[in-house]
């Protein structure tokens, strides 16, 4: 019963997020079948204008919004998200995409979490005044680093003057290991430096609050060492927290993703996104939307899912 | 100006604003070349003539920084102060008001904050299309949840207060509640939240012109210098440096005032409702627990 609610309200937000991105794409300037068939100085307008009605009901274009919604959602639900600009099924060309984005966000995620838990502990330790200075300053200068500049300047120190690693582009893993390393480090860590940065912020203000409750003088009292009460008693307590930011921190690290992917030429959804946007491939970009919002929205779901099961107090209301 | 005094932050964050502010209003004083004139070569390395070199179209790079200083700033400032009348005017009305109303606006913000943020502003700024208005319009409308909640928190908890009480058994009406009791008493977490939120709008925005999705050129703004300067990074690297300055300096600045001013509530002692007072003004709000924070 406990993981019904969130997942009947996951297919609910998806479906609301379908409904808006698809009225706000019907929104787009531009016809969808006038871009298909494109200039052609062959025919005359009439013709042409028979080619575009022709392509506008073969694309059930003529049909209300509403009802284009339902073949669009009937589609969807059976797998089939039509055909993109230039021949492709959109759903394959998602599929592809979303896999290097995906490895991007999750990465980072298991690089992020585990340096600011250490970092976060490190900093309220007694007699570790410098060090939780110094790291809460730079946190907040990778909270106010945007991230394509953070990356530019990656690039110009790691490509431009060191030469160590090429500049962009993508190599499969399976086929190049050594290389897609190489190519995977430099946009890692343009999302590793201010994730690192918010997740440290928050636990570091968290485990400032576990460490004035009772529990911690128990401990301290029972005569545990300053680890032990540190790492055994305080960051579990604080870790939970944690995980309330962490849904909305993935959603932030997603649209970071998008502006990573642009700067480092990585064949990711964002990419694809941005190409469908100046394309005005309704499809794909409806797409790519809802593919990046259902990655959001399934990991906020079992987040929360998670947070139900660690945290008692929560399955009763 | 006792309110400045020993308050670091805020007087480094004044101090880091202040020549924007003044390149903002006076860029022609300050620039020595328009921003759009070829003045000479592309990629001329910093002289006395061009104090940062010339861009790939040998455009003076220091006159274009300033002029976007205007564009930059008036898109976040823009954006946030329109964000926060909006959202702070519905929020106060239905959080004091209750109600059906007030379930509703929750909702909507519920469903608004429950999509990437810069996502849904390049969304909305593909469908209608570049320019600064729109720029400013898309991301109020990102913001106006997260003023929105704030509002609503400390009209709900204001509400319960003896000189709200007061004020409504001696017969006023709730637009003088509003205007008179609560607006004023939420004033300093909302001006710590408004400073926050221009730092966000400023990135936000910043990262829309890198996508190509800002300011339209030939008009200089900070993000589109960025993304020019990246096409030519093994050309001259130099010149992808100083946009990226300004954007920091400006959003750290934003940020120092904000907690500048959060201390000064504090000092103040007046900080109304307090309890959680800025938090919801960011945009980290929608919790996995349910969202509703009142």
């Keep these: 019963m406990r993981l019904l609610t969130p997942v009947l309200s996951l297919i609910g937000v998806l479906l609301a997020i379908s409904m808006i991105t698809f ?21 005359t307008s009439e013709q042409r204008n028979e080619l575009v009605t022709a392509e506008r009901e073969r694309l059930g274009l003529d049909q209300p919004v509403p009802v284009q919604f339902v073949i669009w959602l009937q589609q969807a639900v059976r797998g089939d998200l039509g055909v993109q600009e230039g021949g492709g099924s959109v759903g394959r060309a998602v599929v ?32 570790k005044r410098v060090f939780s200075a110094v790291a809460g300053q730079l ?32 190599e499969p893993f399976r086929e190049l290991p050594v290389e897609h390393v190489k190519r995977v480090a430099m946009p890692l860590l343009t999302l590793v430096i201010p994730t690192t940065a918010v997740f440290f912020h928050f636990m570091r203000q968290s485990l400032r609050e576990s460490l004035t409750s009772q529990y911690i ?51 990711g959804v964002g990419g694809l996104l941005i190409y469908s946007v100046e394309r005005q491939d309704f499809g794909t970009l409806i797409a790519c939307v809802m593919a990046i919002a259902a990655a959001y929205v399934v990991m906020s779901t079992l987040i929360e899912i998670a947070y139900r099961m660690v945290d008692p107090r929560i399955r009763r209301a | 100006m006792s309110w400045l005094r020993h308050n670091i932050r805020l007087q480094l ?78 929020g106060l009305l239905t959080g004091y008001r209750g109600g059906a109303s007030s379930a509703v606006a929750l909702r909507v913000t519920d469903v608004m904050l429950a999509f990437p943020s810069i996502l849904l502003a390049l969304f909305l700024v593909a469908v209608m299309g570049p320019s600064d208005g729109i720029v400013i319009l898309a991301l109020m409308v990102l913001y106006i949840p997260g003023f ?13 207060r003896a000189f709200v009480e007061a004020s409504v058994i ?41 996508l190509g999705l800002g300011t339209p050129p030939p008009a200089p703004s900070w993000g589109s210098m960025l993304q020019a ?66």
């Excluded at chain 1, 009225?23 to 494109?38: N, Q």
């Excluded at chain 2, 390395?45 to 930059?72: I, K, N, Q």
């Design chain 2, 229 to 294: 300067s990246f096409n030519y990074v093994f050309q001259d690297w130099r010149y992808g440096i100083w946009p990226g300055l300004c954007i920091v300096t400006v959003a750290l600045g934003y940020m120092l005032v904000s907690e500048g001013i959060e201390i000064a509530v504090q000092r103040s002692g007046s900080a109304g409702a307090g309890a959680g007072a800025v938090e919801p003004t960011r945009v980290t709000v929608a919790t996995p627990t349910g969202g509703a924070t009142s």
């Design chain 2, 148 to 160: 929105l909640r704030f509002a609503r928190a400390m009209a709900i908890s204001l509400r319960e």
């Design chain 1, 23 to 43: 009225a706000i794409a019907t929104a787009l300037p531009g016809d969808a079948a006038e871009i298909r068939v494109g200039k052609r100085d062959d025919l």
């Design chain 1, 96 to 127: 592809e995409r979303i896999i290097p984005s995906l490895e991007l966000a999750f990465l980072t995620l298991a690089i992020s979490l585990p340096l600011a838990a250490l970092l976060a502990v490190r900093s309220v330790r007694r007699g």
């Design chain 2, 13 to 90: 964050g004044l101090l880091l604003l202040l020549p924007f502010v003044v390149a903002a209003l006076i860029p022609g004083v300050i620039a020595p070349y328009s921003p759009t004139d070829l003045v000479d070569a592309p990629f001329l390395h910093p002289s006395s003539d061009f104090w940062l070199g010339t861009d790939e179209l040998g455009r003076d790079v220091f006159s274009r920084l300033v002029f976007a200083a205007r564009t930059d700033l008036k898109i976040s400032l823009g954006a946030t102060l329109t964000a926060a009348v909006i959202g702070v005017s519905i």
């Design chain 1, 139 to 170: 946190s907040t200068v990778g909270f106010v680093v945007p991230q394509f500049w953070l990356g530019i300047l990656l690039v110009i120190f790691f490509a431009v003057l060191l030469g160590w690693l090429p500049a962009s582009g993508y």
């Design chain 1, 217 to 267: 003088r128990t401990a301290r009292a029972k005569g545990l060492s300053d680890s032990a009460v540190l790492y055994r008693h305080a960051l579990p307590n604080a870790l939970l927290p944690t995980l309330t930011v962490l849904g909305v921190q993935f959603g932030q690290l997603l649209g970071g993703v998008v502006v990573v992917e642009r700067i480092f030429n990585w064949p």
């Design chain 2, 170 to 210: 001696s017969g006023a009406g709730s637009r003088h509640v509003i205007w008179k009791h609560l607006l004023p008493n939420a004033i300093g977490p909302l001006l710590v939240g408004i400073a926050l939120t221009a730092a966000y709008t400023l990135l936000a925005a910043a990262t829309l012109s890198y």
